[in-house]
């Protein structure tokens, strides 16, 4: 359904124009993404490597890394899924709930 409201978000715009808004969106996305990653290698670099006494990690920083990268994906997933259900509740939207408490998520 997202798919279809984009489409009528869009109708009476160009190919061009929307052609246009989808490599922005693109690029944006793929922004996002690499910020997220970096922001994920910084966060459990700094939480789990404790210093450079050999090339590869050693078993506890290992453990600890696959661990923090684990909890930074599930959180960022859960975000994701609030942000889109409170995307999808929004008054305005086709769709969305209205009255009291709407957009609010356990409404």
């Known amino acids: ?6 489409n009528a978000m869009l109708q009476g715009v160009s190919e061009g124009e929307k052609q246009k808004l989808m490599v ?4 944006m996305q ?3 993404q690499v910020t997220m990653y970096n922001s994920l290698v910084e966060r459990c670099f700094a939480n789990c490597v404790n210093g450079f ?3 590869t990690l050693d078993e506890k920083e290992d453990k600890c890394v696959k661990r923090c ?3 930074f994906i599930k959180a960022s ?3 994701g899924q609030t942000f889109q259900q409170v995307g999808m509740q929004m008054p305005g939207q ?3 709930a209205t009255g009291p408490g ?3 998520p356990g409404q």
């Open 102 to 104: 709407a957009g609010i």
């Open 24 to 27: 922005m969106l693109e690029e």
């Open 77 to 79: 997933a859960r975000a």
């Open 94 to 96: 086709p769709g969305a």
């Open 53 to 55: 006494r050999q090339k």
């Open 69 to 71: 990268t684990m909890k």
């Open 30 to 32: 793929m922004k996002e």
């Open 1 to 6: 359904t997202v798919k279809m409201d984009m």
